[in-house]
Each structure stands twice: as structure tokens, then as C-alpha cells.
């Protein structure tokens, strides 16, 4: 199969986004893949985003969908989904833009192999910001780390439209987490039909990261929400999938009942015990992260020192937030 035998489909699925979402069009446009639609759902934007995607529409550019009542960006991804031609359907936010050979590196996967699903890449921070440079170095050094939760970002992900059908879309129930309750379902599938879902490092989309620890924060706790439910929905049964996004809660829970049980052990037991217990409470890629970063000293003689604190602190922030956002997720599924 060669690659411009396949049809792509983009969705862009904006709200308000008159600040970007030309920049997003114009590099979708700029990849040059003769068989790619590109299909732009606006949720009800109430700026000028309307008069700017119906000037793109008349020209021919993009399939214009106004969705009149909002219903949250998985309604509106779907809406893209039903009117989409392509062999291949990707999303893209509208707040970000992609590389020139997106739309053909993705493609090549699926060409050059029969058995792949789904694929998709890292995100970059679209901001040379202080907090946006190190959420995209942290974001490096998971990856290659191995301790991603989800495989691929629901911000940059291609699958097939035949499975997506098979799948049933995105599930409209879930508010938030889509993308993590879709990679459960394609692991699933592709276990049962020895599918692949391939993570390519240099299919790259440049989207914004939170400009400060609150941000991040805010994120991570909801995003937490999602997780744990999807893994609920899915009835998720890997370990690995619930250490990761109930860690804090499940070490802290530890830590208050060794406390309560203080009564039963000497004060030297007890103070041995409290001690192994609050050094597991540090982040379990914090020593991975240590020799990282001294690779990364190495590798990117350019990155400050600074830098590197902040790394350390959105560790710490995603960690926290994000897992006490599982647990309240849970608590109040």
C-alpha cells in the first residue's frame, strides 16, 4: 500500500480561539497531503472565530461545522468524526499547530505496516516561557522514562476510521479523560486483533502548556478525575495503570494508618517505619530524573540551572494533583 493511496481526515475541534486557530489551519494546509480534509468544529464560539473558519470555508480550505448549542469538545469531536472521508482520522486542538510532515510521517506508519491502528507523538510547548519549557523537558524525560500513563496524547493522535467505528467513537458520558479511556479501549482491541499502536517521537504538535504551578495544578486534578473513571469504566484491571495515577493518596493513606497504629510499635519501630514510608512518598521517577537530568546537562549544555527546579517542582505538582484528583474522581464516580 502506498502512502498516497490513503485519505486523512484532520478534526479541529476550537472555542473561542480567534487568537489561533489560523495559525492551526494554515499549518495543517502547509503539510501538502493532496488526500487530507481538513474538518473544523467550532462548539459554539461567541468571538470572531466563526467569521474567520466561514472565510476558510468559502475558499474551499476546510469543512466548516457550527455546532449552535455547546456540548463539550468529545460531542464535538465526534460531530467531525460522522462527516469525516478518510481512512485515517487525527485530531489536532485549535490552539496549536503541527510540523509540515505531520500529516505524511503519520500516514507512513500506517502504509508501511498492515497491523497499525493508531498513532501518535509527543506535544510541544508552543511558548518559550519558563513554565512551558520545563513542562515539555519533564514531558522528555517520562517519555523516555517509560512512565506515561496514556500512550498517546489525545492532542496528537491518528487511528484508523474503521476501528474508531468499531470502537464507538469517543464515549460522550466522559467530561473529561477521553483520550485516556480511548487508549484503554485501543490496547484492548489492538490485544485482541494483534494490532499496533505506535509513539513516534518526532510527530511533533505544538500546544500550550499552563503558565504557572496553579495551572498546572488545576490540569492535573482534573485530568486525575478522568483517569481514575476511565479506568473504572473500562474495568481496568492493570496494576501499573493504578499505582500511577492513585500513588500519592495510596502512600499517604499508609502514612496516616502507620500514625493511628503508633500504640502497637515502639517508639524506634515506629519512627523506622515512618521514615520508609515518607521516602517512598517521593515521586517515583525523581531518581530517574536525577540521572536524567545530568544527561541532560550534558546533551543540552543550554538549559539553566533553574530550569531544573522547575522541573522538580511540576514533578511534584503533577504527582500530588494528579492523583488526588483520581482519588476524588473515584470517591465521587
Not at 48 to 64: A, F, Q, V
Not at 66 to 71: L, P, W
Not at 124 to 129: A, L, T
Not at 281 to 293: C, E, G, K, T
Request: aromatic fraction near 10%; include cysteine; charge should be positive.
Amino acid at each position: 500500500m502506498k502512502t498516497d493511496e490513503l485519505s486523512v481526515s484532520i478534526i479541529t475541534v476550537c472555542y473561542n480561539e480567534e487568537r489561533h486557530i489560523r495559525k492551526c489551519i494554515e499549518s495543517i494546509l502547509a503539510c501538502a497531503y493532496e488526500r487530507a480534509e481538513i474538518i473544523v468544529v467550532d462548539d459554539s464560539s461567541t468571538d470572531n472565530t466563526m467569521s474567520i473558519l466561514e472565510e476558510y470555508s468559502k475558499r474551499g480550505l476546510i469543512r466548516y461545522i457550527r455546532r449552535n448549542q455547546r456540548g463539550g469538545t468529545i460531542r464535538a469531536i465526534n460531530a467531525g468524526v460522522r462527516v469525516a472521508s478518510g481512512s485515517i482520522i487525527g485530531w489536532v486542538p485549535g490552539d496549536s499547530y503541527v510540523d509540515k510532515n505531520w500529516i505524511e510521517r503519520a500516514v507512513t506508519h500506517f502504509s508501511s505496516r498492515g497491523d497499525v491502528i493508531a498513532v501518535g507523538g509527543p506535544l510541544k510547548s508552543v511558548r518559550g516561557d519558563y513554565w512551558g519549557r520545563c513542562g515539555e523537558l519533564l514531558d522528555n524525560l517520562i517519555l523516555g522514562a517509560g512512565l506515561e500513563v496514556a500512550l498517546l496524547p489525545g492532542a496528537n493522535m491518528f487511528i484508523k476510521s474503521d476501528v474508531l467505528s468499531v470502537l464507538g467513537f469517543f464515549d460522550e458520558r466522559i467530561k473529561v479523560g477521553e483520550d485516556f479511556d480511548m487508549n484503554i479501549r485501543l490496547k484492548d482491541y489492538a490485544k485482541k486483533t494483534t494490532g499496533r499502536v505506535i509513539f513516534d517521537e518526532e510527530l511533533k504538535v505544538y500546544t500550550s502548556y499552563p503558565k504557572n504551578l496553579i495551572e498546572e495544578a488545576k490540569r492535573r486534578f482534573r485530568w486525575g478525575i478522568g483517569r481514575s473513571r476511565a479506568l473504572v469504566k473500562n474495568k481496568e484491571m492493570n496494576v501499573k495503570a493504578w499505582v500511577r495515577v492513585f500513588y500519592t493518596p495510596t502512600l499517604l493513606g499508609l502514612f496516616f494508618l502507620t500514625v493511628m497504629m503508633a500504640s502497637l510499635f515502639s517508639s524506634l519501630q515506629l519512627v523506622t517505619i515512618s521514615m520508609l514510608i515518607i521516602a517512598l512518598l517521593l515521586p517515583v521517577f525523581i531518581p530517574i530524573l536525577a540521572s536524567r537530568l545530568d544527561t541532560y546537562r550534558k546533551e543540552r549544555p543550554n538549559i539553566e540551572k533553574k530550569e531544573f527546579a522547575g522541573i522538580v517542582l511540576l514533578a511534584y505538582t503533577r504527582l500530588i494533583f494528579g492523583s488526588l484528583g483520581s482519588l476524588w474522581g473515584l470517591v465521587r464516580s
